[in-house]
């Protein structure tokens, strides 16, 4: 069964400073692992993923994750937050082994960044 | 122009009834998805819909039951509503299975059952 954590429900920073959003994971076969973010009252908005190589990966608004494998983690990064980056981040992951083709999400992070 | 979106976005509604969510995409994706996201804003797959391959979570009710009219659409029936299918759900649609793509999520329809 795969699984994924976000160990912290918020996190503070302050604008200009860099900002990480901590995800682990747990699967049997190979993670396929995805960051997504959402605004008040909107849809979940895609960020970046990782599938296989590179182990740091970039994506939209100066994002980037990087894969760890023996640590079983893909946190997020940034490294100067903006106030606009306040928001709910998901980390999502899915289990090459899964025969269901499912991502499971992480209990989300709420990113509060301060001017 | 909108890629995935659902009507309505609010609905409110009294328990027994039976309601349905309609859901569109126009990026010519094949597969589909609601996911109920609860008010801890944990957010959990119900269904996934694939060249007419549903694959369904085993933990949903059988009062739910998407229904798919052509590629484009998958709409969510909900029927005997109970207090606790108050959430607000999300459709997202992806060009194969999101566990490699990224799926793209409609705004959500917030459900509420008095």
């Known amino acids: 069964a795969q699984s994924v954590a976000q160990p912290e429900d918020q996190v503070n920073v302050a604008e200009g400073n860099p900002l990480t959003v901590k995800c682990t994971y747990s699967?049997?076969?190979?993670?396929?692992l995805f960051w997504y973010v959402q605004y008040p009252n909107r849809g979940l908005q895609f960020l970046l993923k990782?599938?296989?190589?590179?182990?740091l990966v970039k994506g939209s608004y100066g994002f980037e994750a990087e894969f760890n494998k023996s640590q079983t983690s893909f946190h997020l990064k940034k490294p100067s937050a903006l106030v606009s980056d306040s928001a709910l981040y998901f980390c999502?992951?899915?289990?090459?082994?899964?025969?269901?083709?499912?991502?499971?999400f992480g209990g989300g992070t709420r990113l509060m960044v301060k001017p | 122009d909108t890629a995935v979106s659902q009507t309505p976005k609010y609905l409110v509604t009294q328990m027994g009834n039976d309601k349905s969510i309609k859901c569109e995409q126009n990026?010519?994706?094949?597969?589909m998805y609601w996911y109920k996201q609860d008010s801890k804003k944990f957010l959990k797959i119900m269904f996934s819909?694939?060249?007419?391959?549903?694959?369904i979570n085993e933990t949903v009710p059988n009062r739910f039951s998407p229904k798919s009219p052509d590629k484009a659409h998958l709409n969510l029936h909900i029927n005997s509503l109970e207090l606790g299918d108050s959430a607000v759900y999300f459709c997202?649609?992806?060009?194969?299975?999101?566990?490699?793509?990224?799926?793209?999520f409609g705004q959500g329809t917030r459900l509420t059952v008095v």
């Open positions: 997202a649609s992806s060009q194969g299975y999101a566990g490699r793509t990224e799926a793209f």
């Open positions: 699967v049997s076969g190979n993670p396929y």
């Open positions: 990782y599938i296989t190589g590179d182990n």
């Open positions: 999502a992951v899915r289990d090459s082994l899964d025969a269901g083709n499912m991502l499971t």
């Open positions: 990026l010519g994706h094949d597969t």
């Open positions: 819909y694939n060249n007419k391959e549903l694959i």
